[in-house]
């Protein structure tokens, strides 16, 4: 095993530069480092300066996704040993502005997923005093695989799509759209079509399919967004040969 | 509709980078995709060879004649070979994605990928022997 491993490091300062430039730092190797620790030793010992997002170290915040070797990882789980003998390429995730070094902006997205409404909608609440809407594992079983995103946006960063159309809502948004459609608790789904099957939605998706590929908690969002496509086409044939149906 | 992120006018430093033409030849599987798109065009081109035979089928015999004598020129049979090969893509690719889009329940549960995968196949094996043994037959 070598001593050390090289990290060829994307840096952006906006206060001196127009463009990112990359710098490397020689780093000892440890087999029990991730990428985020690698970072984390050049934060403290080589460069005060290097900036990134992280926080919680176990894969469960969402934070700290950066492009490794030009594929978008989470770097807490990425281990350097599966990198040997380097250099590791370290560069911010795609299509998102970047604020500074590996750090980018998340606002559109934020904005984006408010539109779906990712919250439970009921058309009238019922008092807390008749107890709980009760839910069976198999019902639980329909969504709970969407519900694992994190929002850590590997998805958008692999996602051709989301760079060419910056407008398109984007996987992970429907993804979470979907999580909350298929609750049965949940009685928003009408409300969710109008922002999911305009063109900003679904049907801008055309099933690349590299989203699940790089998804880290395996939320499946190509999926999430194929099945969808299926239930708005329904829905739309529906609405075409029932139009005095309610929707 | 097409809107900027609103973000953009207030925040002339941060950095975008722009989409190269060539994103496409960055990633093997992106390339894949690429051309599975592109398989629709001879999809569309097969379609329309089909309709001419029909066409000449309709004119009479002469006529169905001279389309076939056509197919068989160079030009025709390489085309053909380019068409059947990018038609076989289509059909693969496409049939190995199937358990993404739909998602079958039985009693509670989903039915594995390579069971939906697997119909698939096997139906397109019988329609393709329930061709062969009308054409083959006589």
Same mark, same amino acid.
């Given at each position: 095993m070598p001593p050390t491993v090289a990290l060829t490091v994307a840096r952006y300062r906006p206060e001196k530069e127009s463009e990112p430039t990359f710098q490397t730092y020689e780093i000892p190797f440890r087999k029990d480092w991730v990428v985020l620790d690698a970072l984390n030793h050049v934060k403290d010992t080589?460069?005060? @300066?290097l900036s990134f997002r992280w926080s919680c170290?176990?894969?469960?915040?969402? @934070?700290?996704g950066m492009k490794v070797n030009g594929t978008p990882k989470l770097t807490c789980a990425t281990f350097l040993s599966d990198y040997l003998p380097g250099p590791i390429r370290i560069e911010p995730l795609d299509y998102f502005p970047v604020v500074r070094d590996l750090v980018v902006d998340l606002t559109d997205f934020v904005r984006k997923l408010r539109q779906v409404k990712p919250w439970i909608i009921r058309k009238e609440e019922k008092p807390p005093a008749q107890g709980e809407y009760l839910q069976t594992p198999s019902q639980l079983d329909t969504y709970k695989q969407f519900s694992m995103?994190?929002?850590?946006?590997l998805c958008y960063s692999a996602c051709p799509i989301s760079g060419l159309e910056p407008s398109f809502i984007g996987p992970a948004a429907i993804a979470l759209a979907q999580r909350y459609n298929m609750d @049965?608790?949940?009685?928003?789904a009408a409300e969710r079509l109008k922002v999911l099957s305009?063109?900003?939605?679904? =049907?801008?998706?055309?099933?690349?399919g590299e989203c699940t590929k790089v998804c880290p908690k395996h939320v499946d969002p190509a999926g999430a967004i194929q099945q969808y496509k299926l239930t708005a086409a329904t829905q739309w044939v529906k609405s075409l040969l029932l139009p005095w149906g309610a929707r | 509709m097409s809107v900027e992120p609103h973000y953009t006018l207030y925040h002339p430093r941060w950095y975008r980078r722009r989409v190269s033409v =060539?994103? =496409?030849?960055?990633?093997r599987s992106y390339t894949g995709f690429v051309l599975r798109e592109l398989t629709s065009v001879f999809v569309a081109f097969f379609a329309a060879l089909s309709l001419w035979q029909l066409v000449a089928l309709a004119r009479g015999p002469e006529a169905y004649g001279r389309f076939l004598s056509r197919l068989g020129t160079p030009l025709f049979l390489v085309l053909d070979a380019v068409v059947f090969l990018f038609v076989l893509f289509h059909a693969i690719t496409w049939f190995n994605l199937t358990p993404k889009a739909m998602v079958v329940r039985l009693r509670g549960k989903r039915a594995p990928d390579w069971a939906i995968v697997g119909l698939n196949y096997a139906a397109w094996l019988v329609v393709s022997g329930a061709v062969a043994f009308v054409l083959l037959r006589g």
């Open positions: 080589l460069d005060g @300066s170290r176990m894969g469960v915040c969402g @934070s700290c995103c994190i929002n850590c946006m @049965s608790r949940d009685e928003g305009e063109h900003d939605g679904i =049907w801008q998706c055309t099933f690349v | =060539w994103w =496409w030849l960055q990633k």
